[in-house]
């Protein structure tokens, strides 16, 4: 697979005349797996929206390989980059094999035919996320972690070589959030896919995360490794919340424990 540049210039980018992002500037690693984390309404979702070229920036660039992706002819830039937004909206009626198959449309021109490469494809999307079996079902009949799941069998059968993700635990139980977290993991790993994505958790964030982003105010407030991001201070100056930090005996990597007002026993002598 090739290595991709994606880069944010000095980027600015808002709704209606509100600047959100602030001069942002940021690298993503290629081929790595980058979370971005950080408070409601900081920026995490604008970011990935104008990376994207959903949303156009009112100043600075975004760039894949050197060139801005305004310039950059839309489906050459589906091929390479693509979006799972938050709470994506599915044409009535349609059926889950239909909305995955809809990942293959970058591939194809005008007046090519469907391949077996595409049936392939869409096949191994479909069995990666567990859907296989919900294949013929109109996807406004699933449950909310199912619907998720579809959406993100669609973004597999798409095949590009960067994948940015808003929020894609959301709507799943603890078991299916593992599960696509693992499942974007091994398509890191096996396929050399970049991943970017927004989580909320900050402890499956720190675990799979090969380089944290911890954003604040439309800026990045920290970049680094997790072990490099998640500190104590960090929590404290970008969520509000005093906390302790710990290694997480099964990754190795750093927890977070919140500290709130109640089930402290034996802390506060230490505060």
């Avoid at 044409?91 to 449309?105: C, Q, Y």
Wanted: net charge negative.
């Amino acid at each position: 697979m090739t290595d991709h540049s994606l880069v944010a210039t000095e980027l600015s980018a808002g709704y209606d005349g509100k600047e959100i992002l602030k001069g942002l500037d940021l690298t993503i690693p290629s081929g790595r797996i980058t979370v971005i984390v950080g408070a409601n309404a900081c920026g995490k979702s604008t970011f990935l929206r104008t990376l994207s070229r959903l949303l156009t920036p009112t100043k600075g660039h975004v760039l894949l390989d050197g060139t801005s992706i305004h310039r950059t002819p839309a489906r050459q830039l589906a091929r390479t980059l693509g979006l799972l937004p938050q709470a994506p909206i599915a044409p009535e009626g349609i059926t889950v094999a239909d909305l995955v198959s809809r990942g293959r449309h970058p591939h194809k021109s005008l007046f090519s035919r469907w391949t077996r490469k595409d049936d392939e494809a869409v096949d191994g999307a479909l069995a990666a996320t567990k859907t296989f079996d919900l294949a013929e079902r109109p996807v406004d009949e699933l449950s909310g972690g199912q619907r998720q799941r579809v959406w993100i069998a669609m973004a597999l059968a798409q095949e590009t070589e960067i994948l940015l993700l808003d929020e894609p635990t959301t709507f799943l139980d603890i078991n299916h959030q593992i599960e696509v977290l693992d499942l974007l993991t091994d398509l890191n790993r096996e396929r050399g896919t970049t991943v970017v994505m927004v989580l909320h958790d900050l402890n499956l964030a720190a675990r799979y995360a090969d380089d944290l982003v911890a954003m604040a105010g439309g800026k990045i407030h920290a970049f680094g490794t997790p072990e490099d991001v998640l500190t104590e201070d960090m929590v404290r100056e970008v969520f509000g919340l005093e906390s302790r930090i710990i290694a997480d005996p099964l990754s190795g990597r750093p927890m977070m424990l919140p500290i709130g007002r109640h089930r402290m026993a034996g802390i506060g002598a230490s505060l």
